[in-house]
């Protein structure tokens, strides 16, 4: 365990987290969670991953706002670029960029590409999700960062930084600095510090929960008749609950 109580977790329980995806670590996260399940701690409108062979991306979020249609940001403060580097130089890793696009819902700009994605890669970051647009998908691709985004653009228009280490509202979700991310292709979740101990041993239970009931009673139904079928899946949902109850106090998904 990490001796940082707003990074609560290992390198390597991280890297066990990544293993999952972001269905699977929701699973876990509803038993933890004193949130609601059907409204925080995830996109509640569409995003799209542009890097899906990439896999999950797990990481703390540096926040930023953006608003590409506006140039006099860039006269506001010329110097946002060198201190929005050094703030996310100074967080924990692995990061991800949450940024939050002030034009939307107009796209007009991307404050990411080829040169943006290698320079946050060697500040430790893995990804973004940006309420906005990315390009040069390939190179950011090649570079080995991830975006989930709302669409690809051409231009960078004024991509400037705005302010930065600030919440963030992206995809109808708000997200704190140093909240835990998990996202891949179906969107990502939100995981604040104080659940965050305890969200890898939920996923892992969870998902064995599944696989020892619901999906063995579908999986070993060849040769049973229809009743029998619905007899074992009657009795495998009584089982999860059980084991989900026992566990958490929840009934759990069935």
Known sequence: MNSDPKYPLSHAELLQLKRWNTPTIYNGWEQITKSNPARDGFNLEETRDFMPQM???????????IEPSNAKHRELNPNAWSEYRRYVAGVPGPKIVVVQDLDKPRVVGSFWGEVNSNIHRALGCVG?????????????????????ARRLCVGHAFAHPIRWNCPVQVFGCAIQPGDLIHADKHGFLVIPAAEQSKLLEAAC??????????????????????DETLQRLDAAMHEFRKATNDRFKHKGEW
């Open 55 to 65: 896999g999950p991306m797990v990481g703390y979020a540096v926040t930023l706002a």
């Open 128 to 148: 973004t999700i940006v309420d906005g647009a990315v390009r040069d998908l390939d190179e950011m691709t090649n570079a080995g960062f991830k975006a989930l």
């Open 205 to 226: 239970f969870m998902d064995a929960n599944e696989c020892r009931t619901l999906i063995a009673a579908a999986r070993h139904s060849a040769g049973c008749s229809m």
